[in-house]
């Protein structure tokens, strides 16, 4: 495969693993890759082979957000309407799940795709940064969506207003990633979680979708959206195999249909 702005590999295991690979600009996002990173998530969603999304970033960063130096004359409102929307929605309705391997500095938007995605794991050294501020702009990308759910109005406020360095250990505090590890355990600490993830029942891409939809809509709405799904998950086959395995005193098998 040419060098591209986003490298993406399918293993054995179905672990879809896409990388933003523009290490020489913290992989800052460029139009080629927001393009390439898009028709990732779009295969990986096609891909029945593919059983759950791992996106990371080449080098010491995870993403830097906008590369400012690319923007061209295309108007900033544009951009976030044509690139980032897409992308940030992509990841939210793709009914696998998806694991941000964050291996280093996120900032701006950069941040905003780590929180969209359903998992978050850390290396001891990244940090996220709500850099917005420090040029003059505003949270774009669904930072403003995600960061008061995640840590509540009165913090996601000083995050975006100071644009203050958050280190992955207070990040684990506040609740913005799952896990942190060190720096020489953090791949295999990803490597770890997609292979339990990969192993899991076609229901967690419903459970996905419930979850999203519970931020949203009223509690008899949800309630109505989980009568649906279990439904619909218990005419699968990994819910047969899952009822069989739990009588017969196994482990289940799961194949993701």
Known sequence: ????????ALDGAGVFRITLNRPERLNAF???QHEELLAALNRAERDPAARCVVITGEGRA???GQDLESLGDMPVGDLVRRYYN???TRIRSLEKPVLAAVNGVAAGAGVSL?????????????????AFVRIGLVP??????????????HKAMELALFGDRVSAA???ALGLCNRVVPDD?????????????????RSMGWIKRQLNRGLERSLEEVLALEAHLQEAAARSEDAREGIQAFVERREPRFTGR
């Open 1 to 8: 495969m040419s060098e591209t702005a986003v490298r993406w």
């Open 30 to 32: 460029n139009q080629a």
């Open 62 to 64: 995870f993403c830097a």
């Open 86 to 88: 897409r992308l940030i």
């Open 114 to 130: 780590a929180l969209a995605c359903d998992l978050i794991v850390m290396a001891e050294s990244a940090a996220f940064i709500q």
């Open 140 to 153: 774009d990308s669904g930072a403003s969506y995600f960061l008061p759910r995640l840590v509540g109005y």
């Open 170 to 172: 207070e990040a684990l």
């Open 185 to 201: 355990q953090f791949e295999a600490a990803v490597t770890e979680w997609a292979e339990r993830l990969v192993r899991g029942p």
